[in-house]
């Protein structure tokens, strides 16, 4: 079987630039609507499939998005390794404002979202292995990517993934440094495990975005946030764009 790409834009990535749209898709799965029209077409020559997280316009609160259907409808369109973009806090000091991160475990300290598939409707109930929460093949091709195009790649961190749509308080944010969290942000859960128990091979691409609460001189805004995405979204484009083919 070919192997093909997904691309999940979080917040900031509700367009993909120098994306060339060929078709879209609508999806109503058996958990409902996806965050939006499945795209399909051509990112640097290279076929993609693209969902918006947020939806196009970033209209989808993290705590409202359905993973449940975004995963499957990517599943559905033949997709085998998902790139997820997410625009995350730094905690650890090496995570600075537009730094790139690709983590290797996380902490989900989020509630009442629809986490599973086997949650024993239909009379199935199944305990998935999470040791390792994301794809090690898919990780060492965007590690390849990052030092073949030279760019700022930290390998491996632990993604501490939080309800929002607030921002943590600096007491929250000083439990996860000491539970060992890196970064943090809101989407990282449950799209990660459903993507293992939908068997795609899925990595999470963390932009950093702006020092966490406790750890930043300024005030965390809006515009602190998307100036500091713009930053970090051209060196993730470029790592995407260095990536060897998938095989």
Same mark, same amino acid.
């Given at each position: 079987?070919?192997?093909?790409?997904?691309?999940?834009?979080?917040?900031?990535?509700?367009?993909?630039?120098?994306?060339?749209?060929?078709?879209?898709?609508?999806?109503?799965?058996?958990?409902?609507?996806?965050?939006?029209?499945?795209?399909?077409?051509?990112?640097?020559?290279?076929?993609?499939?693209?969902?918006?997280?947020?939806?196009?316009?970033?209209?989808i609160a993290p705590h409202k998005?359905?993973?449940?259907?975004?995963?499957?409808?990517?599943? *559905?369109?033949?997709? %085998?390794?998902? /790139?997820?973009? !997410?625009?995350? =806090? &730094?905690? $650890?000091?090496?995570?600075?404002?537009?730094?790139?991160?690709?983590?290797?475990?996380?902490?989900?300290?989020?509630?009442?979202?629809?986490?599973?598939?086997?949650?024993?409707?239909?009379?199935?109930?199944?305990?998935?292995?999470?040791?390792?929460?994301?794809? *090690?093949?898919?990780? %060492?091709?965007? /590690?390849?990517? !990052?030092?073949? =195009? &030279?760019? $700022?790649?930290?390998?491996?961190?632990?993604?501490?993934?939080?309800?929002?749509?607030?921002?943590?308080?600096?007491?929250?944010?000083?439990?996860?440094?000491?539970?060992?969290?890196?970064?943090?942000?809101?989407?990282?859960?449950?799209?990660?495990?459903?993507?293992?128990?939908?068997?795609?091979?899925?990595?999470?691409? !963390?932009?950093?975005?702006?020092?966490?609460?406790?750890?930043?001189?300024?005030?965390?805004?809006?515009?602190?946030?998307?100036?500091?995405?713009?930053?970090?979204?051209g060196s993730a484009l470029e790592?995407?764009?260095?990536?060897?083919?998938?095989?």
């Amino acid at each position: 079987m070919m192997r093909k790409l997904g691309i999940i834009g979080g917040s900031g990535f509700g367009k993909l630039p120098g994306f060339d749209l060929q078709s879209t898709h609508g999806s109503v799965t058996p958990y409902g609507a996806p965050s939006g029209e499945i795209k399909i077409g051509k990112l640097f020559g290279r076929e993609i499939v693209f969902l918006p997280r947020h939806g196009e316009n970033h209209t989808i609160a993290p705590h409202k998005i359905n993973y449940r259907a975004n995963i499957w409808a990517l599943k *559905e369109m033949d997709v %085998t390794d998902v /790139i997820a973009l !997410a625009a995350v =806090g &730094g905690i $650890s000091d090496q995570c600075q404002s537009g730094q790139l991160v690709l983590p290797d475990q996380l902490i989900d300290y989020t509630w009442g979202r629809e986490s599973t598939y086997y949650d024993g409707t239909g009379g199935k109930v199944e305990h998935i292995d999470f040791s390792e929460p994301y794809s *090690e093949s898919l990780r %060492t091709i965007l /590690i390849e990517s !990052a030092r073949q =195009g &030279g760019v $700022s790649l930290i390998d491996g961190g632990v993604y501490g993934v939080t309800q929002g749509p607030r921002l943590e308080t600096p007491a929250e944010i000083n439990r996860m440094e000491k539970d060992g969290a890196d970064i943090v942000g809101m989407t990282g859960m449950p799209e990660a495990a459903l993507a293992r128990e939908a068997s795609l091979n899925y990595v999470c691409l !963390a932009l950093v975005v702006n020092a966490a609460a406790g750890r930043s001189p300024v005030e965390i805004t809006m515009d602190l946030i998307l100036k500091n995405l713009e930053l970090a979204s051209g060196s993730a484009l470029e790592l995407i764009r260095n990536m060897r083919e998938l095989s």
